[in-house]
């Protein structure tokens, strides 16, 4: 058996921070209020819900995870985070129309009681929105400090012994890696002269981690996967994860492609599309922020299905993603894939799913349980890129050379594998052995 890892208890309060208080963000708070009132189960939350085995199947050991490791409870979260659009958290609720009035109306006191801080927002990199409260200061380094200055007050005034961030705000628009994100020195040297190639996510990223906050990363758009921040990460302790939740979509692209591949049946083409109508969706109605979506979403079939291994199988695909801003819908995607298949002497087959999904709904627990897997990641002393929650990410960040893991349920295995050894017990292999 391993050693078990020495892990801080969590003792006191956990403040999850989110930039961004939109869709997403509200109807996690919402969840969570409603779970401590036991109004409603947090349905899709593996923190909450899932069960570890541990030991040999005889030995009948199957904890929650919740009870197996040391995760801060739900009673002693507290929510806070920046928008330069909505006021506070009913008003985000309420706007985007994920959740009923039913559900609202016995939370709303204290999802009012959310205010969102004024943002560091830049029109020029999510076109689509018109930010009213708005940070403005001398440089980037000045908007930084005013970051920084955010998270000490939210941390003291809300008594939290710890915090951690998750990103849900507007996937910004695309961009590369520069110069400017090749090194610590170079990002703050860039910070200090204002360099147009830092975007507003990578400045709350640096606010974060120099106040020894992790972060997780909800979009697609360039943030902790640079250098620059890989390397702070380090520095300063901090575990960090990203990119671009997975849900709707891709959650189904990974659940199944993962079985194709594993009966080895041929593909020839996955063409996926989408309409929806939420603000999210009016963002990625911008070519240049559909883009970065698009990087994010494409890349996860050649991992899956390994073409180089398997060119007669899978070297010809052709794989299209599409996203159409469609307002009646609003935050109700529905998401069309038609699959082409092919079997034995190459007979072809098609295989058509229409996912009626509620986007944020399948988010939100993902918020969750990212903020309570790397409080707990920090405590068990780790830092940098925590790649056993690639469970949770549309294009997970990986470490090294090595192309990210984006079958669920290897990412499932590696998840509860590295519970398994953080907390002393053997990881299960289901050999036949074991
Ligand atoms: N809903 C999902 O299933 C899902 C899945 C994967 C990724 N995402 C990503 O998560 C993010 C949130 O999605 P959503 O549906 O809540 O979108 P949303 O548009 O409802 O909310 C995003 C919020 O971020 C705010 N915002 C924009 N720039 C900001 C900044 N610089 N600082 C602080 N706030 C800022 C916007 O004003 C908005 O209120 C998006 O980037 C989306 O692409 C969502």
Redesign the pocket.
């Known amino acids: 058996m391993p050693a078990p890892l020495d892990i801080t208890p969590p003792t006191g309060r956990l403040g999850i921070l989110t930039?961004?208080?939109?869709?997403?963000?509200s109807t996690a708070y919402a969840g969570v209020l409603a779970s401590r009132k036991g109004l409603a189960a947090p349905v899709g939350s593996l923190t909450q819900m899932a069960h570890i085995r541990l030991g040999a199947r005889e030995d009948a050991r199957n904890p929650l995870i919740r009870e197996f490791v040391p995760l801060a409870g739900l009673d002693d979260v507290v929510f806070g985070g920046?928008?330069?659009?909505?006021p506070n958290a009913l008003e985000?609720a309420r706007t985007?129309g994920v959740l009923d009035e039913r559900d609202l109306a016995p939370l709303s006191g204290e999802l009012e009681g959310i205010n969102a801080m004024s943002?560091?927002?830049d029109q020029r990199w999510?076109k689509k929105?018109d930010g009213v409260r708005v940070k403005t200061g001398e440089s980037k380094w000045d908007l930084v400090q005013q970051l920084i200055a955010d998270i000490e007050t939210f941390r003291t005034e809300n008594e939290c012994d710890r915090l951690v961030m998750v990103w849900?705000?507007?996937?910004e628009a695309y961009q590369e890696p520069t110069e400017v994100h090749e090194t610590v020195e170079a990002f703050e040297a860039g910070l200090r002269a204002d360099d147009p190639n830092i975007s507003?996510?990578q400045i709350y990223v640096y606010a974060a981690l120099t106040s020894g906050v992790p972060f997780a990363n909800?979009?697609p758009n360039l943030s902790i996967d640079l250098p620059c921040m890989e390397q702070l990460a380090i520095e300063r302790g901090v575990p960090v994860t990203g990119k671009?939740?997975k849900?709707?979509q891709t959650l189904m692209k990974t659940i199944l492609a993962p079985g194709f591949k594993a009966r080895m049946l041929g593909m020839r083409g996955w063409y996926s599309t989408n309409i929806l109508g939420?603000?999210?969706g009016e963002?990625l109605d911008d070519p240049e922020n559909f883009k970065t979506?698009e990087v994010s979403k494409l890349g996860v079939l050649d991992t899956i299905l390994q073409p180089e291994v398997y060119p007669d199988l899978y070297g010809n695909i052709d794989h299209v993603v599409r996203i159409n801003y469609y307002p009646p819908r609003g935050d109700n995607k529905e998401g069309w894939d038609a699959i082409d298949i092919f079997g034995w002497m190459n007979y072809p087959m098609q295989i058509k799913v229409d996912f009626m999904c509620r986007?944020?709904i399948?988010?939100a627990p993902i918020v969750l349980d990212l903020a309570l897997f790397l409080d707990l990641a920090q405590r068990a002393g780790q830092s940098g890129v925590q790649e056993w929650l690639s469970f949770y990410w549309?294009a997970p960040q990986a470490t090294g050379d090595v192309p990210p893991e984006h079958d669920i349920f290897i990412q499932q295995t590696k998840l509860k594998n590295t519970l398994r050894e953080w907390m002393g017990e053997d990881p299960v292999t289901h050999s036949e052995a074991g």
């Open positions: 930039p961004g208080m939109g869709a997403v963000a920046w928008d330069p659009i909505s985000a985007c943002a560091v927002f999510v929105l849900c705000g507007s996937t507003p996510s909800g979009a671009d939740f849900t709707g939420n603000r999210d963002v979506k986007d944020s399948l988010a549309k």
